[in-house]
């Protein structure tokens, strides 16, 4: 039997490229990549994928111009300010992960907030990668469970079972994302879910994120409907 879609992560690339074709600012893209969150995320309620994982920006994209990158964080605490009510209303669970230390307390002050008036939703639930890197997780989930295992917290002479490790994951009750979508028609993970990702399905598109139609995300479903899962079976 088919294993039904349950989580969905994209990687929502394209946004700088989308306005640099139209001869904007680079910030006018990512304005318009947040419209299409929004778009995306009522697609997955009415498909009843129960979690939708984005990656809105990475512990690379710090590299960016200090112009590019006060503009994202203005744009997500917008983001976070006019569609959270929206988030409430609908009873979505907003849940942010990665290192929320780097971001401006600002929007660490939104992020919390939001969490804390969603936490007792179940699903949907709408997950930001923010500051995020898939080593940098594995990283820190080792480093608490040395910190563990230091307080005696964990016993360090025991075997580390895998299912023992995930648990230091940033959010271990997720389950792991069956689809991965790309936009823009990269073929990279680009760092993202390294742990998660083991036996996800990928589906890229060279659609520009701000530009992913209804058309663009019934497709990769359907890509992912017509993938056989053995999850290292037969």
């Given at each position: 039997?088919?294993?039904?879609?349950?989580?969905?992560?994209?990687?929502?690339?394209?946004?700088?490229?989308?306005?640099?074709?139209?001869?904007?600012?680079?910030?006018?893209?990512?304005?318009?990549?947040?419209?299409?969150?929004?778009?995306?995320?009522?697609?997955?309620?009415?498909?009843?994928?129960?979690?939708?994982?984005?990656?809105?920006?990475?512990?690379?994209n710090?590299?960016?111009?200090?112009?590019?990158?006060?503009?994202?964080?203005?744009?997500?605490?917008?983001?976070?300010?006019?569609?959270?009510?929206?988030?409430?209303?609908?009873?979505?669970?907003?849940?942010?992960?990665?290192?929320?230390?780097?971001?401006?307390?600002?929007?660490?002050?939104?992020?919390?907030?939001?969490?804390?008036?969603?936490?007792?939703?179940?699903?949907?639930?709408?997950?930001?990668?923010?500051?995020y890197?898939?080593?940098?997780?594995?990283?820190?989930?080792?480093?608490?469970?040395?910190q563990?295992?230091?307080?005696?917290?964990?016993?360090a002479?025991?075997?580390?079972?895998?299912?023992?490790?995930?648990?230091?994951?940033?959010?271990?009750?997720?389950?792991?994302?069956?689809?991965?979508?790309?936009?823009?028609?990269?073929?990279?993970?680009?760092?993202?879910?390294?742990?998660?990702c083991?036996?996800?399905e990928?589906?890229?598109?060279?659609?520009?994120?701000p530009?992913?139609?209804?058309?663009?995300?019934?497709?990769?479903?359907?890509?992912?409907?017509?993938?056989?899962?053995?999850?290292?079976?037969?």
């Amino acid at each position: 039997m088919k294993k039904p879609l349950r989580h969905l992560a994209v990687i929502m690339d394209g946004n700088g490229r989308w306005a640099e074709a139209r001869g904007l600012p680079r910030i006018k893209g990512h304005s318009a990549g947040a419209d299409a969150v929004e778009r995306v995320l009522g697609w997955c309620k009415e498909a009843g994928i129960e979690y939708l994982t984005l990656y809105a920006f990475s512990t690379e994209n710090w590299k960016r111009s200090r112009g590019e990158v006060n503009g994202l964080m203005r744009l997500l605490g917008v983001f976070l300010g006019t569609k959270g009510g929206k988030l409430v209303r609908e009873k979505v669970r907003f849940r942010a992960i990665g290192r929320m230390d780097d971001l401006p307390p600002s929007v660490v002050g939104k992020i919390r907030a939001l969490e804390r008036r969603t936490e007792s939703f179940g699903s949907p639930q709408l997950i930001l990668a923010l500051s995020y890197g898939g080593r940098a997780e594995i990283v820190d989930a080792a480093r608490r469970y040395a910190q563990d295992c230091a307080s005696g917290a964990a016993d360090a002479d025991a075997p580390l079972s895998e299912e023992a490790f995930a648990r230091y994951l940033y959010a271990p009750d997720v389950p792991d994302p069956d689809l991965i979508v790309r936009t823009s028609g990269e073929l990279r993970l680009s760092n993202f879910l390294l742990w998660q990702c083991a036996y996800a399905e990928f589906h890229s598109t060279p659609v520009l994120w701000p530009d992913f139609s209804r058309e663009d995300f019934d497709a990769a479903l359907a890509a992912y409907a017509s993938r056989k899962r053995r999850l290292g079976g037969r």
